[in-house]
């Protein structure tokens, strides 16, 4: 898969740099109202400046469950002001979600087939399948000249809990491994989620593992807690590294280099985790290789019944990055697929291209 | 206490014991290190086996040196006996977790996709079949045209076997191995009971091994009727129920000369169903067999195991040149009992029998005392009736209460049987337990209070683990720390000495709650609990007898032994335990305090009937 005209963007300069085109362009902007404070933290910021027009178009999700928690009232009072609707998914299933956009984003490349498209998504109160997928559907979908961009709003993570995970909370999000592979190297995400990082290494029991995390944190004292928190799984790594989740290119390029040279030896099997930059980072590395034997997991999050959803505050930095489509037929006919997983074939396809670009 | 661990001091390098795991080795270190212990041996036979093991028990260790490549090179001459025999011949098919997470997921036990798994299941055999059979051509025909000679003859029966119409195209095994890997990655997965594309790869497991065996046997001037193949399944703990219905239906349907040998956790082969309906697969020895492999940590093949990884590790150090065992390693004291350390800690010139005799007397009850007035005189009684029944509690009672204020270190955990105990006969925690050890060897003399110190920063470790164990971590975490804390309570909290130790048995009704259970499986599973053999291979009953782990009574400073016998019980009626506290697995920490709380656990010395509702 082709990852061209990868950057990172500020808001700041975004704004500034494209007020002038604003006029000339589609813009789809896709954001969740959730429980989390930071739900609307990015909208709130950009919505005098992306309002709702002809030319740009708001998508506002909202979760099917724990409508009363946190900051949802407010967040949805905030959309619902804006005149914007709310399209409820449940947060774990990410078909329904993914086929709206795709309805939504044909329809634009069919309305508007000479105009520039950007798509926005603020994936910082996502849940991981949500933003993973939307970015395959998106960047799959949008031509060479169009441009998705991804927001993510920093977040206070103060004495968060979350729940453990087993075998059947695993699965492929994307790659394909190899039968008998000769070595295996297990590639962990680390955050704060310390009961279910420790779940996941003691069920995949790794042969060669290695593991990375967001260094500079969103606040200075997270990198403590990190390594901290998962000081066994440091112990048992054959190294780590730390990759900034400010600048997704270079994050995605730092992984990438990683899971080449170990790729050399035999499978990597990728099982992100942490900040979300992240997460995605490593969850599209097996795409952007395209070939056998290199897949990321994915580990669902359990519901906690007992306790609301984590609350998270904003922190106040929102970090992004673009890319360009790879459609490149430019007034090829929209597919919808409803899947958002590619077939077996399509991979295969997709691994004979070998025409990757950072 | 002098001990070979002195010679380490000081140096640099890399610490032997960092690798744990036998998937992380290659060949030549992996039989290097194996020791074949009683049930390894025992594995050569023509029965289907589940081998159930703990994790870090030795299962891929075990399977992998069934394998032919790996048996070839073994010296034991036990061993040698079925090398040469050529009777065995293994192929080693790991199952890892995201071959099977690639596999269509249609519902949620792979139900309706049977048929993509034999397909898959087979690619990855014929693969590991290919691999024996490449090393097997090379050392039957020394001569090298007699042996490109046959291999031409193979490759061409294989391939026409399995990959009609192209059986030209194959130079080498690997030519088919790769074509086996193209074939799989192209097939588009189908559903049950729609057109299969592949008849060979797609029937019965081992169905394309089996087609091509006897012109395999012939070229390979084998005779078939005389010989078995060891297919060993490792990881077999992510298939699917369904999938396992595909095993039972080999196993049931009579496969020989195929062998199946398949590891996985105590209670994760859960179905016996087979693929026709109505028809299962019957265990002790009709169909199939249970076996447990994990070791007892008081046997001689654990003392064995240990001491044989001890020295090949120290040996690459390149510091001993003499064999080395973990006595000699780590030194001992006296008969290396608990009443050793226990003297050598208070000293010996104060910590005489009679001087342990009257300490215990002072701590039991005035009752026990003034019984113990009726057998003063008989020695035989006064060793059963007091010394042996009350010295282990009263030197853990004693000991904790000297070393609270933290002035000063204790001694007793240490010595080469109190690792054996700690390590509870699994090759990985020995391991770890020696990379601890080896690291404060370097550092300075490894005495008893130092071992005592890493055991018990070692036991603080691995208990908290617990919580981090996938599924029912958690729960498992909230009920060693319940039981932990009811049993140390019972030893230290008070202020008279009772008989105690590490053994209870668990409420029919807690039993029966598939949480409660699905927590106490898992924690056998971890080596965090154990049970007799006949759980272990069965199911947990209220006859089980559990045994809290070594490592946990260490953690709260527990006699490790038996102990009276107790009952974990919930104060709940049966009806509310079974079937509506505790409906699901507790996913935080906080909702299992919760789920715990309303529980109410607490152990019993006479089962309670229920009291409250």
Redesign the interface.
Known sequence: MRFERLRAETLENWIDSTSVAMRHKRRLVIAVSGYEERSSYWSKRVMRDLKPSDTTQWLVAGFTDRKEDGSRPENDRFYLDAGLNILEFPSDEESGICETVSVTLAGMLRRAPRSDIEVHIDYSSMPRSWYCSLFRKCHTLLRQRDTLFMWYVGGIYDGA????????D???FCG??????RV?THIFGLGFD??R?????????P??LVCFYGDPGVRHDYVDRVRSDNR?LLAAAQFDFAASIGNFPEAFSKIADVVRDFSRLG?V?LVPDGPKPLVLASSLAPEFFGR?GI?S?HVKR??????HGQNIQASGSIYGFSIAGVESNQDAEIQLVASSHP???SF?QSATEDRHTV | MESLSNRIHGTTGSNPFREV?A??FGDDKLVTEFYPTTSYLSLFNEQHEILLGS?GSGKTAILRMLSYSCLKRITDSRVRKFADQHRYFGFY??L????M??LP?DS?DGTGNTEFFQFAFN??AA??FLTEIQTLTQDTFKNSHERLKREAVLIERISAMWLLGKASKFATFEDIADE??RM??????WKDGTTIPIPLFAKHLFAPIMAVLPQVCRELNIDINKTHWLACVDEA??IKPAYLRCFNSFMRSEKRPIVLKLATQPYKYTILDTLIPGIVAESNGNDFNFRSIDLAWNSEDFRSLADHILDRRLNRTGFFDEPVRLEEFVGKIGDDDPKDYFRADIGDDIASDQWILDGILKELSAERRARFENIRDNPDRVSSDYFKKFSPVFYMRYLKRETAPGNRKAGLFAGPELIRRIADGNPRRFILIMHDMFEQARASKLGPKNQHEIIELFAE?EFE?A????????LLDGILKAVGTLLESRVHGKREMIEAGINFEIQPALLSNPVVRGALELGIG?SFLFVDQRSLLGRLTQDTEFRLAHVVAAKYWLPMRRGTSLVLQSRHAKELISQKLLN?AP?????CS?ALGVLQLDLFEQPEKETRT
């Open positions: 809990e979350f729940p453990t995970a087993g075998v059947s695993i699965s492929l394909q491994p190899t039968i008998n592979p295996r310390r009961i990082a420790s779940a996941i290494f003691r069920v995949l029991d042969q060669k066994d499978d099997i056998r897949v997991l359990r519901k906690d019944h007992l306790s077939s077996r074939s295969e | 795991q998937k992380t994790r098919i790991p890892h977790l995201e071959f997470a690639s997921q949620f690619c990855a693969k590991a086996v890997d799989y990655y192209q097939q588009q997965p703990e992510f470790r683990r919580a981090g164990l996938p599924e029912y971590g958690i971890y699901r996913s935080t920490s906080k909702e919760t």
